[in-house]
C-alpha cells in the first residue's frame, strides 16, 4: 500500500505557481507597508516609560493574549472568538508547513515531511479546525448580522475581513474535495470534510476534465483572496490581530496599575493634559489602535446606560479614526455605530471639542468598568483625565460646579466649601484622640471630607468610631489638620492642584507616629494608598470594612442583637474594581444575627457604579437619567429591606437618588459599619 504523503502541486500549472507567489509576495509587502504607515503614527506621539518586567508582561501576554482569558467571561462571544482564533493559528501554522514540505524539503533535499502517520494527523487536523473555523464565522455572522447586537459597529471593514476569511476557508475546503474527488487516495478519510464534499461533487460525475479546470481556477482563486487579506488586513478592524497582542504586553504591570500617572515636572511642563494628538504617548496611540471594538465597555459603563454622550467604545475609535486620518492612512468608515452618531473626524480637526466633546470627556464617573472588562488592556479612565486636565489647566474649558468644586478645595481644603474650623464637629461628645496631642497610635483614622461635613455621613463616623471605642482599638484623627488629599482635583483634571494638595499632606503625615492609616471612603483609601507612593508618601491603609471584619473576627466586637432585615450590597468602584475589596464588608453584615445577604444582578467585579466618582458627586452629567436611580432600581430589584454600602460618596449619591424616585420611605440606606454598630450596641 502507497505511504500517504502531500501531493502539494498536484494539478497546478508552473505559471499558476508563479502567479501564487508573486500575488502573495504582493500581499505580504503591502501589508508590512501597511503596518509600517500605521506604526510611523505612535511614535508622533510623545515618549512614554520603558517597558519593565519583561517576564511578567511575558506571562501576562500568554494568559490573556493567547489564552484570551478575559473574552472567556462571557460564553458566547469567548467561544466564537477562540474558535476563530485558534483555527486560524492551527491553519496558519499548516500552511507554514505545507510550505517548508514543499520548497524546502521537497526541493532543496528531495524528501518529504508531511509523509505517512505525521500526514494523517497533519490532514484531519487542518479538517478540523477549518470547520471549527467556518462554525466560528458562521456565529460571528449571526451575531453581527442576524442578532444585531447593539455592542458591535457595523461598517466596511468588518464586512469585508469576515466575507475574506470565509471565503479563503471555503475555497480552500473545495480545493481539497476536488483534488480528493479526482484521485481518490486510499487516506482520503483522513480529510473527513474533503471527502464529504468530495463525495457530493462526484454525485454530478461532472468528468475528470472539468474536475482538473475547476481545481486550478479555484486555486489561483483561492491564492488572490490570500493575497487581498494580507493587503488589506492593516487598514480594517482586523488590524487588531497584531496591535491587540502588542497592547496586553504593554499594558501597566506596576504594583500601582490603577494610579493615575503624575505628570513630570509640572511647573516646568509648556502644556498640560492631552488636547491633541501629539499629546498622547506612543504607547497610548497604539492602544487605540488595539481596539477590537467589541462593544464589552459600552455594554458596562453606567454614563452610557445613563445616556449621557459618553460611550467608552466611541471614545477609543473616535481617537483611533483621528489618529489615522490625521496620517492619511484608510481605515474604515466613519459613523457606523447607529443613527445619530456623525463624529467630526478630519485632518485638523480640535481633538478636544471636535472630535471628542467636551460633554463626553465629563460624564465619565472613573469606575473603571470599561477597562476591568477591556480584552485587551485599553486604560479609557486615563486617557479621558488626560483630556480632562487639558480642559481644566490648559484651555480653560471647566463646568460652573467644577469650578465651583476646584475653587472651594483651594480656598478651604474641602470641595463643598465648609469652613475648615468645622472638621471635628460631627465628633462632640464622643471624646475622639487627636494626633496633635496624642502624638502617636496605631491606626490614623483618615476622616474625609464626606464624613466630617455631610450630615449623612457623619452619622457613619461617629457609628464608625464607636465600634473602635468599644474594641479598645488605639486611634487618632487629625482634627483640624486633615485637609482634602486632593483626589477630586486629581479626578477633575487640576493636576496641579492635587500635587499640591498631596505634597502638603503627606509632609503633615510623616510628622506623625502611626502603624496604619484606616478610613471609610474608597476615594480616600485608594489616592493614600495607591497614588501618595508617587509623592513619597508609603503607607498601609486599610478600608474600615477590613479593620471591622478583622475586630470581629478577633472576638473583640461581638455582634449579638439580631438585625432582621434583607439586606443587598452595593459595590464601590474604589473598593471593588480599583482594590479587589469584596468580602471584608460582606463578611461585617454576614456576622450580624438575622441579616440575610441577597446580591444583586450585577456585583463585586461587575457592580454598577452610583455615579459619584470622577467628580459625579459635584457634576451634573447631561444624560437622559441619573446613574444612581438606575443602580437604586436594579437593588429594589431584590425585594430588600435595606442597601448597603461603604462609601461616603454611594451614600450621597443613593440619598439624592432615593429621593428623586420618592423610595425613601421603602427602602433604607445604611453603611455597614451602622449595621454592625446596632448588632454590637454602640449605636446612638
Known amino acids: 500500500m502507497l505511504e500517504p504523503f502531500r501531493d502539494s502541486l498536484w494539478n497546478i500549472p508552473t505559471w499558476a505557481v508563479v502567479v501564487m507567489y508573486v500575488s502573495q509576495a504582493v500581499g505580504v509587502l503591502a501589508m508590512l507597508h501597511g503596518f509600517s504607515r500605521r506604526m510611523s503614527l505612535y511614535f508622533q506621539g510623545t515618549r512614554d516609560w520603558k517597558p519593565d518586567r519583561l517576564g511578567t508582561r511575558l506571562r501576562h501576554t500568554l494568559v490573556y493574549a493567547v489564552g484570551q482569558a478575559k473574552l472567556a467571561t462571557q460564553r458566547f462571544p469567548g467561544l466564537m472568538h477562540a474558535m476563530m482564533f485558534w483555527a486560524f493559528v492551527v491553519l496558519f501554522m499548516g500552511t507554514v508547513l505545507a510550505t517548508v514540505d514543499q520548497d524546502i524539503m521537497e526541493l532543496l533535499f528531495d524528501s518529504k515531511l508531511l509523509r505517512g502517520n505525521l500526514y494523517r494527523v497533519y490532514e484531519i487536523t487542518l479538517d478540523l479546525f ?326 449623612r455621613n457623619q452619622k457613619i463616623a461617629r457609628a464608625f468610631v464607636r465600634l473602635l471605642q468599644q474594641a479598645g482599638v488605639d486611634f487618632a484623627v487629625l482634627g483640624p489638620e486633615e485637609s482634602c488629599n486632593g483626589d477630586p482635583a486629581r479626578r477633575m483634571g487640576n493636576e496641579y492642584l492635587f500635587q499640591i494638595m498631596a505634597e502638603r499632606t503627606v509632609g503633615k503625615l510623616n510628622t506623625y507616629a502611626f502603624k496604619k492609616i484606616v478610613t471609610a471612603c474608597p476615594h480616600c483609601f485608594n489616592v493614600l494608598k495607591n497614588e501618595y507612593p508617587q509623592f513619597g508618601g508609603e503607607y498601609e491603609v486599610v478600608h474600615h470594612s477590613e479593620l471591622l471584619a478583622e475586630l470581629v473576627a478577633q472576638g473583640r466586637l461581638r455582634p449579638e442583637k439580631e438585625v432582621n432585615d434583607v439586606i443587598t450590597f452595593h459595590d464601590s468602584c474604589y473598593l471593588g474594581r480599583y482594590n479587589n475589596i469584596f468580602d471584608a464588608p460582606r463578611q461585617v453584615l454576614a456576622a450580624v444575627p438575622g441579616v440575610q445577604l441577597r446580591e444583586m444582578p450585577r456585583s463585586r467585579e461587575r457592580g454598577l457604579c452610583c455615579g459619584g466618582g470622577g467628580a459625579g458627586v459635584w457634576n451634573e452629567a447631561k444624560g437622559k437619567r441619573r446613574v444612581e436611580e438606575i443602580r437604586l432600581e436594579e437593588a429594589l430589584g431584590v425585594e430588600p429591606d435595606a442597601v448597603a454600602s461603604a462609601c461616603p460618596f454611594c451614600m450621597i449619591m443613593f440619598d439624592s437618588g432615593a429621593k428623586n424616585l420618592g423610595v425613601e420611605e421603602q427602602v433604607r440606606l445604611r453603611d455597614v459599619a451602622e449595621v454592625l454598630a446596632e448588632s454590637v450596641g454602640v449605636e446612638e
Open 130 to 455: 477549518g470547520l471549527l473555523f467556518l462554525v466560528g464565522l458562521g456565529m460571528a455572522f449571526k451575531r453581527r448580522y442576524v442578532d444585531r447586537s447593539a455592542r458591535l459597529s457595523y461598517d466596511w471593514g468588518w464586512q469585508v475581513m469576515l466575507g475574506l476569511l470565509f471565503a479563503i476557508n471555503l475555497t480552500g475546503f473545495l480545493v481539497e474535495a476536488l483534488r480528493l474527488a479526482v484521485v481518490e487516495p486510499a487516506w482520503q478519510g483522513w480529510s473527513p470534510v474533503g471527502y464529504a464534499v468530495a463525495l457530493a461533487v462526484n454525485l454530478f460525475s461532472p468528468g475528470e476534465a472539468v474536475l482538473r479546470g475547476a481545481h486550478v481556477a479555484l486555486w489561483l482563486f483561492h491564492a488572490l483572496l490570500v493575497m487581498v487579506f494580507w493587503g488589506v488586513l492593516p487598514y480594517t478592524p482586523l488590524v487588531h490581530l497584531v496591535t491587540s497582542p502588542l497592547n496586553v504586553f504593554l499594558a501597566r504591570v506596576e504594583p500601582h496599575p490603577q494610579a493615575l500617572r503624575p505628570i513630570p515636572n509640572i511647573e516646568e511642563a509648556e502644556s498640560w493634559g492631552a488636547g491633541r494628538l501629539s499629546d498622547f504617548s506612543w504607547r497610548q496611540r497604539l492602544m487605540f489602535d488595539a481596539c477590537t471594538e467589541c462593544g464589552r465597555c459600552q455594554a458596562v459603563c453606567p454614563a452610557w446606560a445613563a445616556g449621557t454622550p459618553l460611550n467608552p467604545k466611541y471614545l477609543i475609535v473616535d481617537l483611533r479614526n483621528q489618529m489615522l486620518a490625521e496620517g492619511g492612512v484608510p481605515h474604515s468608515t466613519i459613523g457606523g455605530f447607529g443613527e445619530g452618531y456623525r463624529p467630526d473626524i478630519r485632518p485638523g480637526a480640535q481633538l478636544v471639542g471636535e472630535v471628542i466633546s467636551d460633554d463626553t470627556v465629563w460624564a465619565c464617573t472613573t469606575c473603571r468598568a470599561c477597562v476591568y472588562e477591556c480584552p485587551v488592556f485599553i486604560e479609557h479612565v486615563d486617557v479621558i483625565v488626560e483630556m480632562r486636565r487639558y480642559l481644566v489647566m490648559d484651555a480653560g474649558r471647566t463646568p460652573e460646579n467644577i469650578n465651583l468644586t476646584l475653587r472651594n478645595l483651594e480656598r478651604t481644603g474641602n470641595p463643598w466649601g465648609h469652613p475648615p474650623g468645622d472638621r471635628m464637629k460631627w465628633a462632640e461628645g464622643l471624646d475622639v484622640p487627636v494626633m496633635k496631642e496624642k502624638k502617636e497610635a496605631e491606626y490614623l483614622y483618615w476622616v474625609g471630607c464626606a464624613a466630617s461635613y455631610d450630615v
